[in-house]
């Protein structure tokens, strides 16, 4: 899933839909999540109607309609934690885990999503990459871990479970810095 569903307010609004390397900031957080070795991508949206438009825009230009759900997170202002959970709600029954790509980082390394897909394959109920010994995004969560991530509220997301996992929680090495890297305000576009 892709959270895309906040204000942006720090970066005076409309950030995932300005102006970035020819598209805009939402587009690479979604091929990033095509990318990825899942059946579905749901984009969950609330704050702003104009990132719907252009997850439809970019599944037109993508030709990737049949893999895009798009499902509006109707309490976003209550926080990540309700976009997160309007996410797992749309997601299919039989999922056996859930990839959470956030909207305002377009620089994920690609290369690292099949080796997250085998830690869980492997075991793990959650594996995350890292680079410089810094945690990133996306993380990858069992389905087993759903209802916990059903429980959380306000801004914090999922950082409160990924802490609790421990040695259940795969760390997986990036090529680059892009699983750090989020744009807050305008000028990390440059």
């Given at each position: 899933m892709v959270l895309a569903a906040g204000a942006g307010s720090r970066f005076g609004?409309?950030?995932?839909?300005?102006?970035?390397?020819?598209?805009?900031?939402?587009?690479?957080?979604?091929?990033?999540?095509?990318?990825?070795?899942?059946?579905?991508v749901t984009v969950v949206w609330g704050a702003d109607p104009k990132v719907a438009t252009a997850v439809r825009a970019y599944a037109a230009s993508a030709d990737a309609g049949d893999r895009l759900v798009l499902t509006q997170a109707e309490r976003h202002a209550e926080g990540l934690s309700a976009s997160l959970a309007a996410g797992i709600a749309a997601l299919a029954p039989d999922c056996s885990g859930a990839f959470v790509f956030l909207g305002d980082m377009p620089r994920i390394p690609m290369a690292v999503l099949p080796r997250l897909a085998e830690a869980l394959d492997q075991g793990a109920l959650a594996a995350a990459p890292t680079f410089g010994g810094r945690r990133g995004h996306p993380v990858l969560f069992s389905a087993s871990l759903f209802p916990d991530l059903?429980?959380?509220?306000?801004?914090?997301?999922?950082?409160?479970?990924?802490?609790?996992?421990?040695?259940?929680?795969?760390?997986?090495?990036a090529p680059d810095d892009g699983v750090l890297f989020d744009v807050d305000r305008p000028a990390d576009m440059a």
């Open positions: 609004g409309g950030k995932l839909t300005a102006s970035w390397r020819g598209g805009v900031l939402l587009d690479a957080a979604l091929a990033a999540a095509l990318a990825a070795p899942v059946r579905k059903l429980r959380l509220s306000g801004e914090r997301g999922a950082a409160s479970v990924v802490a609790g996992l421990g040695d259940r929680l795969t760390l997986v090495d």
